[in-house]
């Protein structure tokens, strides 16, 4: 891999063992569920409504947010990654550190939308075999990211009418 690495990547510091780790292990998660759900006869949708694609959009955008962004997280990624800067809204800047694996994962938990792909697919197994536990939970990070906004238009308000 190494070789092919270096084609990939002049410096050669993007760790695409880790990379592949990774899809590994979330493609295993994806198929370990599906043999279970079909095991246990868990029936899929026929269709998923468009507000609860909403609402499952709101909420892996929000969880994103939380588990690569808020500092009460920051003991998940800290084994990863190294805080950079402070953002806006408590949020905080980390970046990956280490090489190969570490370094893999300080990409994936320092980077929201990598995040989501993740939560995103939680979501959904969890959607397949409990619809209306899923909807409540994606119900309360909904709310959170419609309170977020919220707190945005308000800071945004107060900004506007000092100037």
Same mark, same amino acid.
């Given at each position: 891999?190494?070789?092919? !690495?270096? *084609?990939?990547?002049?410096?050669?510091?993007?760790?695409?063992? %880790?990379?592949?780790?990774? !899809?590994?292990?979330?493609? $295993? %998660?994806? %198929?370990?569920?599906? #043999?279970?759900?079909?095991?246990?006869? /868990? *029936?899929?949708?026929?269709?998923?409504?468009? &507000?609860?694609?909403?609402?499952?959009?709101? $909420? !892996?955008?929000? =969880? +994103?947010?939380?588990? @690569?962004?808020?500092?009460? =997280?920051?003991?998940?990624?800290?084994?990863?990654?190294? *805080?950079?800067?402070?953002?806006?809204?408590?949020?905080?800047?980390?970046?990956? *550190?280490?090489?190969?694996?570490?370094?893999? /994962?300080?990409?994936? /938990? +320092?980077?929201?939308?990598?995040? @989501?792909?993740?939560?995103?697919?939680? #979501?959904?197994? +969890?959607?397949?075999? +409990?619809?209306? #536990?899923?909807?409540?939970?994606?119900? %309360?990070?909904?709310?959170?990211? /419609?309170?977020? &906004?919220?707190?945005?238009?308000?800071? &945004?308000?107060?900004? =506007? =009418?000092?100037?």
């Amino acid at each position: 891999m190494a070789t092919d !690495a270096a *084609r990939y990547d002049d410096q050669d510091e993007v760790p695409l063992g %880790g990379y592949a780790a990774l !899809a590994s292990v979330f493609l $295993a %998660g994806t %198929g370990t569920f599906a #043999l279970l759900a079909r095991r246990r006869g /868990v *029936r899929l949708p026929q269709q998923v409504p468009p &507000w609860d694609v909403a609402l499952l959009g709101a $909420a !892996a955008y929000k =969880t +994103s947010r939380v588990l @690569a962004k808020d500092k009460i =997280t920051s003991f998940l990624r800290a084994p990863f990654t190294r *805080r950079a800067d402070e953002g806006e809204a408590s949020e905080v800047m980390d970046e990956p *550190r280490g090489d190969g694996l570490r370094r893999a /994962v300080g990409d994936l /938990v +320092s980077c929201p939308f990598c995040v @989501a792909a993740w939560t995103t697919g939680a #979501l959904v197994c +969890s959607y397949a075999a +409990s619809p209306r #536990l899923t909807r409540l939970v994606c119900g %309360g990070f909904g709310a959170l990211t /419609v309170a977020d &906004w919220l707190q945005y238009a308000w800071t &945004w308000t107060q900004r =506007t =009418t000092e100037s």
